[in-house]
C-alpha cells in the first residue's frame, strides 16, 4: 500500500540536443503520458513514447541505476524492509 514511492520505471528519453538518448528511471508505476518529468537521477526530461528502436539503442543511465541499487540495498533506511 505504501509502496509508490520505491516503485520506479524505465523510460528512455532525448537530452538536450534530441540526439542521445538514455533510458533514466523515474518514479511511479509507469509512464502517465505527461510531458516531462524529473528523473531518479535529478534532471528533468521531456518525455514521448518511445519507439522500439529507442528502448533498443537507449543506453541505461548509470546514475539512475546507481542509486536505485542504493536504495533497495537500504542505505537510508532498513527499518521498513519488506
Ligand atoms: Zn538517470
Same mark, same amino acid.
Given at each position: 500500500m505504501e509502496t509508490t514511492e520505491r516503485q520506479h520505471y524505465w523510460l528512455p528519453v532525448p537530452d538536450r540536443t534530441g540526439f542521445k538518448w538514455h533510458r533514466h528511471a523515474f518514479r %511511479?508505476?509507469?509512464?502517465? %503520458?505527461?510531458?516531462a518529468d524529473t528523473s531518479v537521477c535529478g534532471f528533468q526530461y521531456p518525455m514521448a513514447k518511445p519507439s522500439e528502436l529507442d528502448w533498443f539503442q537507449a543506453p541505461t543511465c548509470s546514475d539512475c541505476t546507481e542509486l536505485l541499487i542504493a536504495e533497495q540495498s537500504g542505505t537510508g533506511s532498513t527499518a521498513e524492509e519488506e
Open positions: %511511479g508505476k509507469h509512464w502517465d %503520458g505527461r510531458p
